[in-house]
């Protein structure tokens, strides 16, 4: 496939295509049209072939896409064919919660240890090690690890990122309620209460 | 203020002001104009400007608009001036992990029951109540609910969704990984994995 530079839209659209596709192919479903697609997607034809193109097309015949190839296809593109090892740095309420769901490793996202000031307040499953924070870039000299989960307070969760940085890991996923933004290491922030705020200001209003 | 309608993209920014409105207060920023805004939430100042000219426009100055006010209003535009009672159905981990994260009550979000098939399964915080999932609707009437959160399986969720409504809740906040359309009750769907989709997929490309 071409390198080409696509754009943040397009990129941010790509986890939700990657969820209708599955839920097509879980119900069965062999082929989709661009106009189906679009219509599920609340937007139109012409987005869904032109989002598309920035990856080859993925294969249009006549009777519309293969759901089983664009599965597989969207899967390759996010990196989801590969295996990752993470590591969670803060091992309060949200950090323990990541580690005990227990849910990450069937999608090939293996959290090796937890990282906390306090270790012996963390509770976790017995496969995944705890150690102090200040063993951190022991840690990753030592094993390959991918992505780091922060799940400290505000206060320090720049610092922290920073540091995740400095031991040459490329991609944070961030859950402390303070944005972070750090060149050279991909950040996602994760505002879970937003679809919350969301729901309180339908109910506030009058639409639907 | 006038009652229009309003568009879902407006709408969907929402808790991105508010979250930027609220750093800048945190920083102590007292005036913030279109431009900066506009920067910060990566946008144009007249989509800016435009977005608050559907609620009143917020009483820009010469010198910007006030940061302080921008807060409040958006906080009371949000619903977030206002208190909600909660329920969890599904007392899996998800369930268990947001009933624990205790972060919400000083939100005005407060958690009053989580309900499951399985109660002794459930251990929360004692001022949190577990009864079995066929005493919801029970609880329900004689308990005024503002928002339930399901975290079941997601074989489940929509006829978990389907008695909620039933039971006369008008908003429903879903972890299960099964999105959920309803007609008659809002609906937001929380899909935590497309941020961490993201990121692998920022990891495999060459972007930054």
Known sequence: MEKQKISTAVINRLPAYLRLFSELEEK???????NEIS???GTTASQVRQDFSNFGGFGRQGYGYD????????????GLDKTYNLVIVGGGKIGQALANYGGYDKLGF????????EVWHVRVPSHID????????????KNKI???IICTPKEVALETAKK????????????????????????ENVH????????????NSEQN
Do not use: R
Request: aromatic share 12%; glycine share 4%.
């Open 130 to 141: 705890v150690f102090d924070t200040e063993k951190l870039a022991d840690y990753t000299a």
């Open 164 to 187: 995740i940085k400095d031991c040459g890991i490329k991609a944070i996923w961030n859950f402390a309620s303070q944005e972070i933004k750090l060149d050279g290491v991909h950040v």
């Open 39 to 41: 219509e599920m997607m």
């Open 67 to 78: 759901v089983k190839y664009l599965c597989e296809q969207m899967q390759s593109i996010l």
């Open 192 to 203: 879970l209460n937003e679809s919350l705020f969301l729901l309180t200001y339908k109910i």
């Open 146 to 148: 991918d992505i780091a």
């Open 28 to 34: 069965g479903v062999a082929h989709v049209s661009s």
């Open 110 to 117: 293996y959290i090796k240890a937890v990282f906390d000031k």
